[in-house]
């Protein structure tokens, strides 16, 4: 396939601002972890005092510091957060025990993610499982209700995000890295998330009241950034491509939502809404996210969905070959055989 010339050219213009600023990433760090364990503590003595309504008024603040230390955790599994290997992957290891992300295994499977996203030849590692219409069509009638509970919207993000994180994480299947390696990160992480929870326990003298602060805050980064995870590839104008035809730029640039939100919202997310930026160079710090669209016209334009027109996401379900875009279950492709 030849080259798409114009993704090309703006890959030469991100690859100007792939260099780490350590000012930014320790006022980034600190300005996030800070406020998180204050609001921790606080949720901690509101729930030992039952004063419930303290931790419900909490969590989504504190929910979202978490989404941004899961972007840091990301950019050290990149390698673009500080210029150091050892500082990015001593502080990403670090972060796990509050995003329950196994570090390794992450950073491994989302460099797959990363390699392959917009190719139908390699789905599977890193993606929301996406059929396309023929594929669906081609499935019995069990397979086919699969599908339709999978990518449920309610389902997928309200059920799947927090199981992910709560339970699905503890295990180590499916996580992209050899049985072995896997089993010693995942194992070495519940490990210390147990002693870390255990001392928290003797600390207030009660588990419930540690996780019934804790769980919550959890279950919503959790909905919060498996929305922000559907929304970066799920869109109707998104793009995929057979293998040969694929090309990593063109994927990148068209094929990674570009998502507008509000200035606040884009600071609890860490920028992660810049998703075609990230995808272009992967090395770029979520902190120089903006001034890289900033400095080339077509990142502006590409790929651009609003709050409103992200909703519009939820029903988009199947890739359509021929019309070459996202689309839902119309009537005709239902569970019955066709």
């Given at each position: 396939m030849a080259k798409d010339h114009a993704?090309?050219?703006v890959?030469?213009?991100?690859?100007?601002?792939?260099?780490?600023?350590?000012r930014c990433a320790a006022i980034q760090l600190a300005n996030t972890l800070v406020p998180y364990l204050i609001l921790c503590v606080v949720m901690t003595v509101a729930a030992a005092n039952a004063k419930w309504w303290i931790v419900a008024l909490l969590t989504v603040p504190a929910g979202g510091l978490?989404?941004?230390?899961?972007?840091?955790?990301h950019d050290c599994g990149h390698g673009s957060f500080l210029p150091s290997r050892v500082a990015n992957d001593g502080i990403g290891r670090g972060l796990s025990l509050l995003t329950l992300t196994p570090y390794d295994s992450w950073k491994r499977g989302h460099a797959l993610?990363?390699?392959s996203t917009g190719d139908l030849s390699r789905r599977g590692t890193g993606d929301v499982e996406t059929l396309t219409v023929r594929e669906y069509l081609a499935l019995p009638r069990l397979g086919r209700l699969r599908y339709r509970l999978y990518r449920n919207p309610f389902l997928l993000i309200g059920l799947g995000?927090?199981?992910n994180f709560l339970l699905l994480q503890r295990m180590p299947f499916g996580v992209g890295l050899p049985w072995r390696t896997a089993w010693r990160d995942?194992?070495?992480?519940?490990?210390?998330?147990?002693?870390?929870?255990?001392?928290?326990?003797?600390?207030?003298g009660s588990l419930l009241l540690v996780l019934g602060a804790l769980v919550p805050t959890v279950c919503v980064a959790a909905w919060i950034g498996g929305w922000l995870f559907y929304v970066q590839h799920q869109?109707?104008?998104?793009?995929?491509e057979k293998g040969d035809e694929w090309d990593f730029h063109a994927a990148a640039l068209g094929g990674s939502s570009y998502y507008v939100l509000p200035a606040v919202l884009q600071w609890f997310t860490g920028n992660v809404g810049l998703h075609?930026?990230?995808?272009?160079n992967s090395r770029i710090p979520n902190y120089r996210l903006q001034e890289c669209l900033d400095g080339h016209e077509v990142l502006g334009r590409v790929g651009r969905l609003t709050l409103l027109e992200s909703l519009q996401c939820l029903h988009l379900a199947l890739w359509d070959e021929d019309a070459r875009k996202l689309v839902g279950f119309p009537r005709g492709l239902g569970i019955a055989a066709a």
């Open positions: 993704a090309l050219d890959a030469r213009h991100c690859a100007a601002y792939r260099e780490p600023v350590v978490l989404v941004r230390l899961f972007i840091i955790q993610h990363h390699a995000s927090p199981l995942v194992v070495v992480l519940d490990l210390c998330l147990a002693v870390l929870v255990g001392a928290l326990a003797l600390a207030t869109y109707e104008d998104t793009i995929w075609h930026v990230h995808h272009l």
